[in-house]
């Protein structure tokens, strides 16, 4: 009968314990692996947090020159573009629509490089 041996390497303190000499988890077992690599980024406090992108309302439109203005929590109004609108059509934004952008500095201040229209709430009643 073959005998198996398993063996996790984890870097604790910038200190490897234990090698892996049979490949299984590199080779065999995938998904174990990335589980147990993701454990010892926990443990190491080496997890990466992304911040959610800004976002905000729109507060004015003008569909005939495609361009509009979001205000952010903050008060402050960013410009966008039509082209910027992702996964939806400009001319089907209504004002106080809620959006999350990506803001760029612009020749004539800050704008929205890419816009996506959040789910819109419908009051009911």
Not at 14 to 20: A, E, F, N, V, Y
Not at 23 to 47: H, I, K, S, W
Not at 72 to 77: A, H, N, Q, S
């Amino acid at each position: 009968m073959p005998t198996i041996v398993y063996s996790i390497q984890f870097t604790v303190n910038c200190r490897r314990i234990k090698s892996d000499p049979s490949g299984f988890l590199a080779t065999r077992n995938r998904p174990a692996r990335r589980r147990l690599e993701d454990y010892a980024r926990q443990r190491n406090q080496r997890v990466k947090f992304h911040e959610s992108p800004p976002h905000g309302h729109i507060t004015r439109l003008d569909y005939g020159k495609g361009y509009g203005f979001i205000e952010t929590p903050d008060g402050r109004e960013i410009y966008f573009h039509r082209n910027s609108v992702l996964e939806a059509n400009f001319d089907r934004l209504e004002v106080g629509d809620p959006v999350r952008f990506h803001e760029e500095t612009g020749e004539e201040g800050p704008q929205a490089s890419t816009v996506h229209v959040e789910r819109k709430v419908r009051a009911t009643g």
